[in-house]
């Protein structure tokens, strides 16, 4: 009986002992498998099966980390001509409109593995004095990218300065232009209450916002000041339209599901909306959501 009992002891001992050492030979093969596993990607798998052109998840890494690293200076020569980097001229601009967002839209543009971002607004086309350093120097500040990665920039002033659709032109003819738009009423205020900020945190007082958006004979809308000028989409956007046809914008954007017609200023007055008697433009001016026209 007593031998009995141990035979099955040493039976349950074997098969717990087997068990353990199962479980252990399995953990460590794992554990060298994880190694090499890549990491999983959010992207991975919405679009299918990767193509050959597609960009390997190494460099979304190093976007995050090694490249970061570049853009901050703490390269050197020899670490980026190793990784193959280089500072490219950018393919897409965003070129408005203040106020408009652009900050966010080139922010979630910059997730994307295939783009890499001017963290600074640079400023090249609508100022004479950059301007006239030249194209070299405009590529100099480009971020550190690799060479199939697209490079953008956003200087919501572009919109709104004469000479740079041409200037634009000049430099690639095919270039894709973002422009989101908002509400102009609302991007206006916007607008003024950016300024009024800065004015405060000088402590210098500012006009109100009525006093600088109504003329006072007319009591009409005041197109002269900058903050309303910008919100006139139209007569910016007829200055690009001589150089990059309509036929090469899209448009996207939503409807809105309600309208209202009139907005609050920052001392608390409603004033209206603006309109067009131009239809489609009417159409963007209407729209409260964000819309955006890509000239591709
Ligand atoms: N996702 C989204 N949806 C709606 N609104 C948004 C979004 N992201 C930014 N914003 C608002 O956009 C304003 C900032 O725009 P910009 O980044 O173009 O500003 S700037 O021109 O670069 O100064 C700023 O507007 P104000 O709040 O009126 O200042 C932001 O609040």
Not at 46 to 69: S, Y
Not at 150 to 156: G, H
Not at 175 to 200: F, M
Request: hydrophobic share 35%; net charge positive.
């Amino acid at each position: 009986m007593l031998f009995k009992q141990q035979a099955l002891l040493r039976q349950k001992l074997f098969v717990l002992g087997s068990l353990a050492i199962g479980s252990l030979l399995y953990l460590v093969a794992r554990v060298g498998s994880l190694d090499r596993l890549q990491p999983l990607c959010p992207i991975d798998g919405r679009f299918g099966p990767r193509g050959q052109d597609e960009i390997p998840l190494r460099a979304l890494q190093f976007k995050r980390g090694l490249l970061h690293e570049f853009r901050k200076g703490n390269a050197t020569k020899e670490q980026i001509r190793l990784h193959n980097l280089v500072q490219q001229l950018p393919k897409a601009i965003i070129i408005g409109v203040r106020k408009g967002g652009t900050r966010a839209l080139l922010e979630m543009l910059n997730l994307h593995p295939a783009v890499v971002k001017a963290s600074q607004e640079i400023h090249f086309f609508d100022n004479d004095e950059n301007y006239a350093k030249g194209i070299e120097w405009y590529r100099k500040k480009m971020p550190f990218s690799y060479p199939h990665q697209i490079t953008i920039e956003k200087s919501p002033a572009y919109f709104i300065t004469e000479e740079v659709p041409e200037r634009i032109y000049k430099m690639n003819s095919s270039i894709k232009l973002l422009i989101i738009v908002r509400e102009p009423t609302t991007r206006a205020i916007s607008d003024y209450t950016q300024v009024l900020e800065g004015k405060e945190r000088k402590n210098k007082t500012y006009y109100k916002f009525e006093k600088l958006a109504i003329d006072p004979n007319t009591c009409e809308v005041n197109t002269k000041y900058k903050a309303v000028r910008t919100s006139i989409y139209t007569k910016h956007l007829e200055r690009w339209l001589k150089y990059f046809p309509i036929e090469q914008f899209s448009y996207r954007g939503r409807r809105p599901a309600y309208h209202r017609t009139t907005a609050r200023t920052p001392a608390g007055r409603e004033v209206p909306k603006s309109s067009s008697e131009d239809k489609s433009v009417q159409f963007i001016l209407q729209c409260h959501q964000r819309v955006l026209l890509l000239a591709i």
